[in-house]
């Protein structure tokens, strides 16, 4: 257990439902993170919320929706997915401030399959 | 912009071998680097890290030395063990995007595979 914990583990979902992900943490951290990681490919950051404010969203299709209500949730919603959004979804959380250089803890990630 | 550069693989040894994965990075300022692992159907977790330059990070066997001359982070492991078997990403924390939370940058990541 990393402090920071994701559910479902694994989702399996048509491309006409609507899902959500759900993140939490526990570790006082202010920063919290949503990335994508597709076979074979970078890990993909896709959006940022400082403070429960979004302050990055690099170019995220709008089918996926986040929200943060407080510092210690996140929410990915997920609507007409296609096949090529299968991945495994990571959410990561921080500190800010003078403890940056603690680095990113992250969750075991949502495996999500798209059919 | 920021960027680091790591040894492509995948990385295949025998069990109690030497492991080196190299790792190089660029950045304005001064980051902190950190190695994190993936082991297979699992998130990331933090490996170890070093914050200056000539900190040595270790945890588990894993070693690595900040070098600010070569702007490099290797990774070391003496003897490798199958449960070793991963995927490895070194990575740094800059502010110099002026972010109160510090931007982390991953390198591709190096798959490890360990036989007995």
């Known amino acids: 257990e990393t402090g920071v914990t994701q559910t479902p583990r694994h989702l399996v979902m048509g491309m006409t439902n609507k899902k959500s992900l759900k993140c939490e943490q526990h570790l006082g951290h202010n920063a919290m993170y949503w990335y994508k990681q597709s076979a074979k490919k970078p890990l993909e950051l896709m959006f940022v919320?400082?403070?429960?404010?979004?302050?990055e969203n690099n170019s995220v299709p709008s089918r996926f929706s986040p929200e943060c209500p407080n510092s210690s949730h996140l929410f990915l919603h997920l609507h007409t997915l296609q096949p090529e959004d299968s991945a495994l979804y990571l959410c990561?959380?921080?500190?800010?401030?003078?403890?940056?250089?603690?680095?990113?803890?992250f969750g075991s990630g949502t495996r999500l399959t798209v059919v | 912009g920021d960027s680091v550069t790591q040894m492509e693989g995948p990385v295949t040894l025998s069990e109690e071998a030497c492991l080196t994965i190299n790792c190089t990075y660029t950045a304005t300022g001064y980051p902190s680097l950190f190695w994190y692992v993936q082991y297979p159907g699992e998130g990331l977790q933090l490996l170890l890290k070093a914050t200056k330059a000539d900190d040595k990070g270790s945890n588990k066997g894993f070693e690595a030395t900040y070098r600010k001359e070569t702007t490099s982070f290797h990774l070391e492991k003496g003897s490798v063990q199958v449960s070793d078997s991963a995927v490895y990403f070194c990575a740094l924390i800059s502010n110099a995007g002026g972010t109160s939370y510090g931007k982390l940058t991953f390198g591709q990541g190096t798959i490890l595979t360990v036989h007995p």
């Open positions: 919320y400082n403070f429960k404010e979004q302050t």
């Open positions: 990561a959380s921080s500190p800010t401030g003078g403890r940056i250089n603690y680095g990113y803890t």
